[in-house]
Structures are given as C-alpha cells and as structure tokens.
C-alpha cells in the first residue's frame, strides 16, 4: 500500500531476460534499510525487491505487467518516480494508491497556468467512468486530484514542485503513463456492474 507520494526520483539502471525481465534502479534511498521482498511503487507499479546493492535495487517483471502498464517501453536511463511502501504510522499524505495499474493513458495536451502546469490525459474508455472531477487519481505513482473529466479525458494541475522532484516534468504530448483510478471508485464500478 502506498500513497502517491513520491520520495525519489531513479532511473532504469539495466533490464535483462527474455519473456519476465529483471529491472535495476538506481536510486538515493538506503538501500541498507531496504529488506529483500519488499514492495516499492516504481512509478506506479508495485514491484518486489529481489536484489540490491549501493544506491540499486532490482525485480522481475512478468509478462502480465509488461504488456498493461508503461514498463514495456522503458529502457536504460528511463526517470521513475520512487515510493516506498507505507507503514503502520506513516503520514498519508496522498490518497490510498495499491500500485496495481488500471490503465496506460496518454498527454493530450499541455500547458501554463500562473505558475503550475495543466496536462490533460486520454483514458482507456473502461476507464474513464472511474474518474471524477476533484477526486483522486494516480498518475505513474504521483497522487493527484482530477480538475475536470471531459469523454475519455480528465485534466490535472502540478505544481513546480511536483514538476521537479517526479518524471512528470519530462512528459511531453503523446507520451504515455500508468494510472490507477481511486479505489473507492474501482469498486463501486464493480459492484454498479454486477449481474
């Protein structure tokens, strides 16, 4: 469990393997303090330490992951916003994010406004009736709240703080990002849709 907010920003450091594929990353946390097993959000998606080193850690990725989410195109050098998993005391200072990816959306468009940025994104339609103005949404890891919801689009600000401590300062049009919709609204939507 986490909460969308990112605490470092890494980088790809290696992917290997063929079908499942290991990922490094480099990172600033202690990875001393990192236990083998543990669950760390990579921009949005929850993975398993299953090696690590000075300032690297490592997971397998499946197949499963790799084709629904944004992993499928990283590469050596690829920025990815960090969280670590949360624990019993710790502040919540997003939303409650789960790291299981609903959807790959996309930057439709981008722009100023006084000192933060807007961006809107497309959603995968299955997806979009899952958003709802000022509530949550969890764009590649980062907590944030949904401005307007348009058909199969939802706009967002960031603030230049946001813009410069997580990936999503170095999104352009047309690049693509995981989301995770609000929890509370993913099962709503499964128990509206029940038979």
């Given at each position: 469990m986490f909460t969308g907010i990112i605490t470092d920003l890494g980088s790809v450091r290696a992917i290997s393997g063929s079908g499942d594929k290991r990922f490094e990353f480099s990172t600033a946390y202690d990875t001393s303090t990192v236990d083998m097993g543990a669950s760390i959000a990579c921009s949005g998606v929850c993975l398993t330490v299953i090696d690590k080193g000075p300032n690297w850690f490592a997971a397998m990725v499946s197949n499963e992951t790799l084709s629904c989410t944004t992993l499928r195109t990283w590469q050596e050098g690829t920025p990815v916003n960090l969280e670590r998993a949360l624990k019993v005391g710790d502040e919540l200072g997003g939303h409650i994010v789960s790291g299981h990816v609903d959807g790959v959306g996309e930057v439709t468009s981008l722009s100023t406004?006084?000192?933060?940025?807007?961006?809107?994104?497309?959603?995968?339609?299955?997806?979009?009736?899952?958003?709802?103005?000022?509530?949550?949404?969890?764009?590649?890891?980062?907590?944030?709240?949904?401005?307007?919801?348009?058909?199969?689009?939802?706009?967002v600000n960031i603030i230049p703080h946001t813009m410069a401590v997580t990936s999503i300062g170095k999104k352009q049009i047309g690049d693509a990002v995981n989301l995770e919709v609000d929890m509370l609204a993913r099962y709503v939507a499964r128990l509206l849709n029940k038979d």
């Open positions: 406004d006084a000192d933060s940025h807007r961006f809107s994104f497309s959603v995968p339609t299955d997806l979009s009736r899952q958003i709802a103005a000022k509530g949550s949404i969890t764009i590649d890891g980062i907590s944030l709240t949904v401005n307007e919801v348009g058909e199969n689009t939802f706009g």
